[in-house]
Nanobody, 115 residues
Framework: QVQLVESGGGLVQAGGSLRLSCAASRITFSFYAMGWYRQAPGKQRELVANITSGRSTNYADNVKGRFTISRDNGVNTVYLQMNSLQPEDTAVYYC?????????WGQGTQVTVSS
């Protein structure tokens, strides 16, 4: 069973930064694209960013220029550097990977941005 464990969330003031990490296990990490998603209260889960095995990246329009996704295959970890955080970025952030017919999700990490 693939395991994904997120960390790095917390409370930050508007304009601040956080770096999220997602450690993967029981998967050949370098083979797979990884994604960061978020879900705010009362809203649907949305894609924030993803990174392919070849390190190509894709971002939601509302985080472009502020967030950066990266990966370290040596430690099976994907990161999300979040700068210039705004209250609307408040959400639970999840990492995910799709292997074959199934997607795997971490437990999520809470990010709260105060105004």
């Amino acid at each position: 069973q693939v395991q994904l464990v997120e960390s790095g969330g917390g409370l930050v003031q508007a304009g601040g930064s956080l770096r999220l990490s997602c450690a993967a296990s029981r998967i050949t990490f370098s083979f797979y694209a990884m994604g960061w998603y978020r879900q705010a209260p009362g809203k649907q889960r949305e894609l924030v960013a993803n990174i392919t095995s070849g390190r190509s990246t894709n971002y939601a329009d509302n985080v472009k220029g502020r967030f950066t996704i990266s990966r370290d295959n040596g430690v099976n970890t994907v990161y999300l550097q979040m700068n210039s955080l705004q209250p609307e970025d408040t959400a639970v952030y999840y990492c995910a990977v799709t292997r074959g017919p199934r997607s795997y999700w971490g437990q999520g990490t809470q990010v709260t941005v105060s105004s």
